[in-house]
């Protein structure tokens, strides 16, 4: 029996020919990734192994993105920490504020990941490379401190489910709508353990910033990871942002899935998540009336330069609805300036939004942007769980940043063709 | 490995946000976040949870974000070990890590009621509900991760792992 993306690379990494479903490897790590909230956990369970130093200087990433800039003296403590242990083992791809940016829109711009890799972050959306055609997990500290001592990580090897992407898709329809449409479908658990493989003739239509929101969001279906063929336009991508050499892997035709799915991305329609899971989605024309009070534009699903420019290409020449709040978060310097370069701030600020330094702010409820009691958000993030963005009767709608714009405009959550 | 304690169930998609919310993680300490433990779920969790006390959960326990202040949560909070149908893949191996026992058995999700006391076998996977009087096996750990728990958790496998390393 053949293997899928996923197995073929971390068989790869294992020093194995032959990987299968279940089978418990060791593997060896490109890269190991960390937080704010979760690498300080990390640093006191790496002192716990007696480490003097960390596996490779240059294959550690650590981001400040959570709490920074610092939201009170707590987290500032907790940086002040991470950065003195930085210093203290070379780490060279060291990221704080004024070169930081949100994790995992920051990794790919920075060339940190290439197609073949094998990545774990201690967050969970690190599964976002995916869309680069590595396989990439989330893990929480423990593994991060054993990672940064050995360059190894235990793994199950997950099965496969494939998603057979055919079509291309309609006007202001995008990765964030695909992805939320495919975990409607298949549930929050929809791929609890396996892989989500995107293939099929479908994937070219797709941007790369459409990739990174969908392989963003597999783990939103339970999934260990989300991952998808790489083409002309990731090797394009990956060529323009790293001079790291790179391997692609593809699955071998006799390769075993446990579902198949065909999903026609010219009949995905805009789609929104409503509270509180990822999993409640509704196509756009099945709302209803649902007013709002705040709308954040931003985060590792939808704080790519694409998304800020469609944002801009709804909200120009109007107003956001008195009665809502719209915050517009870039997700990374480089994304910052261009942004601006561009003219897309003018765009916001006339019309009435703020524009944030990068930062996960009010994505997990930390800051710049936490809601009141009743308060109701679209968020182009990736969670509406109960008190996410903060109060517990709050509530979360999930949309993409067309829906989300359209939505600041009209002060309900709309249609960008009715603004 | 046995434990014993009184039940405490929630239901389907518990997730992270709610084990510990995300307000209270700029601190790592495992008795600070013990305070808040699905604070945003039960506000009575803290007061009536004691030790050796058994949470049980339904489908995907533990979902959402990678951050290992959940499982450290709980287990500071005195729970002695998490039964329910399935993991959200994070926190199980989250769990393991820390040494948190956890145990899949979706028969044992379903029959067990809040209060019920129980009496749990890790090593053989069995679970025993006193007052039902019903016994329910789960599928036991891989030899690999009984390696870790037996360690209490990854952090001192390696570290043994290591000063054996040096020895030679
Ligand atoms: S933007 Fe949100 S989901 Fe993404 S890494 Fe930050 S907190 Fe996590």
Not at chain 1, 133 to 147: E, I, K, L, Q, R
Not at chain 1, 209 to 231: C, H, Q, S, Y
Request: proline share 4%; charged share 25%; net charge negative.
């Amino acid at each position: 029996m053949g293997m899928t993306m996923t197995q073929k690379i971390l068989a790869s990494h294992a020093g194995v020919d032959k990987v299968k479903p279940g089978q418990l490897i060791n593997a060896r790590l490109d890269m190991v990734l960390g937080n704010d909230i979760t690498t300080p956990v990390a640093i006191k369970e790496f002192r716990k192994i007696g480490a003097d130093r960390v596996f490779d200087m240059e294959k550690i990433a650590i981001v400040l993105d959570h709490f920074t800039p610092n939201k009170d003296i707590k987290s500032a403590q907790q940086v002040k920490f991470i950065r003195e242990f930085a210093r203290e083992m070379g780490i060279v791809n060291f990221f704080d504020v004024g070169q930081m940016g949100v994790e995992h829109a920051l990794l790919p711009e920075k060339g940190l990941v290439v197609p073949g890799d094998v990545v774990i972050g201690a967050d969970s959306h690190t599964c976002t490379y995916g869309a680069l055609g590595a396989f990439s997990t989330g893990v929480g500290s423990t593994d991060m401190a054993a990672a940064m001592a050995t360059g190894e990580a235990w793994f199950k090897v997950p099965g496969a489910i494939k998603f057979m992407l055919k079509g291309k898709p309609g006007e202001w329809v995008s990765g964030k709508d695909i992805i939320l449409h495919i975990i409607g479908m298949i549930g929050v658990d929809g791929a609890l353990y396996e892989s989500m493989e995107f293939t099929g003739e479908g994937v070219r239509h797709l941007s790369m910033d459409d990739r990174f929101t969908i392989a963003n969001m597999a783990i939103e279906a339970g999934a260990k990871n989300g991952i998808f063929e790489v083409d002309e336009k990731t090797i394009e991508y990956v060529k323009e942002h790293s001079s790291r050499e790179y391997k692609i892997f593809t699955a071998d035709e006799d390769a075993e899935y446990r579902e198949v799915y065909e999903v026609d991305l010219s009949s995905v329609k805009l789609t929104v998540a409503f509270p509180h899971l990822p999993e409640n989605t509704r196509a756009i024309d099945e709302v209803g009336d649902v007013k709002i009070d705040q709308v954040v534009i931003g985060s590792c699903t939808n704080g790519r330069l694409e998304d800020l420019r469609i944002a801009a290409k709804v909200m120009k020449g109007k107003k956001v609805h008195p009665n809502v709040r719209c915050i517009i978060i870039p997700a990374t310097q480089k994304i910052w300036k261009e942004a601006m370069n561009e003219g897309l701030f003018d765009i916001f600020i006339d019309a009435g939004a703020a524009v944030s330094t990068p930062t996960c702010g009010p994505c997990l409820g930390g800051h710049m942007g936490i809601l009141a009691e009743g308060e109701r958000a679209v968020a182009t993030t990736n969670r509406n769980f109960i008190g996410r963005m903060g109060h517990t009767a709050s509530e979360i709608y999930l949309a993409s940043p067309a829906v989300a714009a359209a939505s600041a405009i009209a002060g309900r959550i709309v249609s960008p063709d009715k603004v | 490995m046995k434990f014993e304690g009184r039940v405490i169930k929630y239901g389907d998609n518990i997730d992270t946000d709610v084990i510990i919310p995300a307000r209270y993680l700029s601190t790592s300490d495992p008795s600070e976040l013990a305070k808040h433990c699905m604070e945003d779920l039960d506000k009575t969790f803290v007061s009536r949870v004691q030790k050796g006390d058994i949470l049980v959960g339904g489908k995907n326990f533990g979902c959402g974000s990678s951050r290992e202040h959940a499982p450290i949560a709980i287990k500071a909070s005195g729970i002695s070990c998490v039964i329910a149908k399935t993991f959200a893949r994070i926190f199980y191996r989250n769990a393991i890590n820390i040494g948190l026992p956890i145990l899949e058995c979706a028969e044992a999700a379903e029959d067990i009621s809040e209060g019920d006391h129980l009496i749990v076998d890790l090593s053989r996977g069995e679970i025993t509900n006193v007052g039902k009087n019903r016994v329910y096996t789960a599928i036991p750990y891989p030899g690999f991760m009984q390696e870790i728990m037996k360690a209490n958790g990854l952090i001192e496998k390696i570290r043994k792992e290591k000063e054996e390393e040096s020895r030679k």
